[in-house]
């Protein structure tokens, strides 16, 4: 069946790296995407991976993909307080509307 | 600037009552999206439309009502049918371009809650 699953929590301190995990069922040719939800307000797309890659970088952020085991995971180095938020792993099977979103990984990062 | 704007931001409605959460979007997309957030679970998807005047139910559809009038325009209307109808809910749009479907733009949803 379609499920995305995350862990519901990850606390961290200041200037440590977070590392928050996805796993995934959809087999078929995927985008894999990290949203960013901060409170009161709505989703913002922090960034996505084709599931024929392995790896992508954008500045702190680095994506990590295992296709074998259908593991995502998000890297965030040096986090900062600002960083603290929930964030959303989200499929979509490429060329159809329907996006399958995770439960959220709730990032608090101590002072 | 480009976006989606979803309004009210705060809306309280008394049981009975038939509430219209508006959207609207100028990024030219096709398509477009209402979802429910509830405390600790993902997004659930209500309705969508690919095009004008043409929308699909999503997984939670009962109880809800849309249009699709315009492009820009995708309200949802929440009717006294919807036995929990408070939470968050959040509009969101995307494009498909050669054939990719492309991430979703999300407006800054809007808090119903049921008195």
């Known amino acids: 069946g379609e499920d995305v699953e995350q862990s519901l929590f990850l606390s961290v301190r200041e200037g440590d790296s977070s590392v928050i995990n996805c796993t995934y069922t959809d087999s078929s040719s995927t985008y894999l995407y990290w949203y960013k939800q901060e409170p009161g307000a709505g989703l913002q797309l922090l960034t996505y991976?084709?599931?024929?890659?392995d790896m992508k970088q954008d500045q702190r952020l680095t994506v990590l993909l295992n296709k074998k085991d259908k593991h995502l995971s998000l890297r965030i180095a040096d986090t900062q307080t600002g960083d603290s938020a929930i964030y959303f792993c989200a499929e979509v099977t490429s060329g159809t509307y329907k996006y399958i979103f995770g439960t959220g990984t709730r990032l608090k990062v101590l002072a | 600037d480009g976006g989606i704007t979803q309004s009210p931001k705060y809306l309280f409605r008394k049981e009975g009552q038939n509430v219209t959460l508006s959207c609207e979007q100028n990024?030219?997309?096709?398509?477009m999206y209402w979802y429910r957030q509830d405390p600790g679970q993902g997004l659930r998807l209500i309705y969508y439309?690919?095009?004008?005047?043409?929308?699909q139910k999503g997984d939670i559809a009962e109880g809800y009502s849309v249009s699709r009038e315009k492009k820009e325009s995708f309200p949802l209307t929440v009717t006294s049918a919807q036995k929990n109808p408070t939470a968050f809910y959040l509009c969101?749009?995307?494009?498909?371009?050669?054939?990719?479907?492309?991430?979703?733009?999300f407006g800054e949803g809007s808090r119903l809650t049921v008195l």
């Open positions: 439309s690919q095009i004008v005047n043409d929308f």
């Open positions: 990024l030219n997309h096709d398509a």
């Open positions: 991976i084709f599931s024929n890659m």
């Open positions: 969101a749009s995307s494009i498909l371009r050669q054939g990719r479907t492309g991430e979703l733009f």
